[in-house]
């Protein structure tokens, strides 16, 4: 059995080879030529696989191992027989931590507590999820809105959109991008949402750019309904607007999933799957080494807020400031500079680690402080 992978797929080389001849190839580099004679393609987001890269091919198995499929021809797929999978929920967790690291950032540059706010989640899906849980640790107020759910299971545990922009301090939005139909996400963050949102909130958007209005953004920002934001999406992206990026506190180039046990655990996702199609038992991958040192955090809790300190921690494990300052560096080359590095400060994205991959040494801090660094991932190597 022949497996196309691309490169860009963590691990994949020694997941896939247990099922057959692995040929890795850049994914920019997959041509309907390569995959002419393959069983399988198992990609990540930069390439489209439709009709026109697999028309002619033997290919019955594609896996893209992200959690999100808008580059899959997912109707072409199934009327060709192509089985296919994503990895749902696979960077769930990475999202999360940049969630909260950007709202620890904005508390402290805005002189804000959280666990005094209330933090609003529109889109209860695995990010939403993950991020509920982490907020709470941080003793906010959370509020769900997610129609789709609420349609399904029932309103018992959702609030409408009105309701939440009401009563939150925090908006952040995890919702797929929709075009059509009762549930279009496209634009929901328009000068309506912006009118209705309660003033001096802070806005968070790790989901899809074309999810907020740009231009009702900076409005709401020029007239203060909207204190803070952080971005790591962005309308036409990777032709991102250097106006809003100027305005917001914190910018990203659409990396918050991209840690390194979040791709691995989208590799691994996609190869349970495969192995499952195929018929095959999985075999043993060796996709982390063990044996290598765990980062080590130290932070001092004396005559400190608990925030503060849990900033520093935050910030050390993923020092978003320093995404934010890549992407500012671009920002005022021309429109072409400026796509292209968007584009390159995603592929060439360094190895980040989750906070579980690192230990905490606390010194003189509370016992409540403690248990919040360990619900956040963190693991406690020591507390006074």
């Known amino acids: 059995m022949k497996i196309v992978c691309a490169s860009s797929v963590l691990s994949g080389e020694a997941a896939f080879r247990t099922l057959g001849d692995v040929v890795s190839v850049p994914e920019e580099e997959i041509t309907p030529e390569i995959v002419r004679d393959a069983d399988a393609l198992m990609v990540r987001s930069r390439r489209r696989v439709d009709e026109a890269l ?3 091919s033997r290919v019955s198995f594609v896996g893209t191992a992200t959690s999100g499929f808008d580059h899959l021809d997912v109707q072409f797929l199934d009327a060709a027989g192509i089985a296919w999978c994503a990895a749902p929920g696979c960077n769930a967790n990475a999202v999360a931590e940049w969630c909260v690291t950007a709202m620890l950032g904005l508390a402290v540059r805005h002189g804000l507590v959280l666990e005094d706010l209330t933090l609003g989640i529109v889109g209860v899906g695995h990010v939403g999820a993950a991020l509920a849980q982490k907020a709470l640790a941080l003793e906010m107020k959370v509020l769900f809105n997610d129609p789709p759910r609420a349609l399904a299971e029932g309103a018992h545990d959702f609030v409408d959109l009105d309701a939440l922009l009401d009563a939150s301090d925090v908006v952040s939005l995890h919702v797929p991008l929709t075009e059509a139909g009762p549930f279009r996400t496209r634009h929901l963050a328009d000068h309506r949402f912006f009118e209705r949102i309660r003033p001096g909130a802070l806005l968070l958007n790790t989901s899809r750019g074309e999810v907020v209005d740009t231009d009702a953004l900076l409005f709401a920002m020029e007239r203060g309904t909207v ?59 060796d996709a982390l080494d063990a044996s290598a040192p765990r980062n080590l955090l130290t932070a001092d809790g004396r005559a400190r807020l608990e925030q503060d300190v849990l ?6 494990a993923y020092p978003l400031a320093e995404d934010d300052r890549a992407l500012r ?56």
């Open 54 to 56: 697999l028309s002619g």
């Open 227 to 285: 204190l803070g934001a952080a971005l790591d999406v962005w309308e036409n992206e990777p032709a991102f607007r250097p106006d809003l990026l100027e305005r917001v506190d914190f910018g990203t180039p659409h990396i918050a999933g991209h840690s390194l046990e979040g791709k691995l655990r989208g590799t691994m996702m996609v190869y349970e799957e495969a192995c499952r199609f195929f018929e095959q038992e999985p075999g043993r991958v």
């Open 311 to 316: 900033w520093d921690l935050a910030s050390a």
């Open 329 to 384: 560096a671009c920002a005022h080359a021309d429109a072409e500079s400026r796509t292209a590095g968007f584009v390159q400060l995603r592929r060439d994205y360094r190895v980040r680690r989750e906070f579980a991959a690192f230990d905490a040494l606390l010194t003189h801090c509370e016992n409540g402080l403690a248990r919040k660094v360990d619900a956040l991932g963190f693991r406690l190597a020591a507390e006074s």
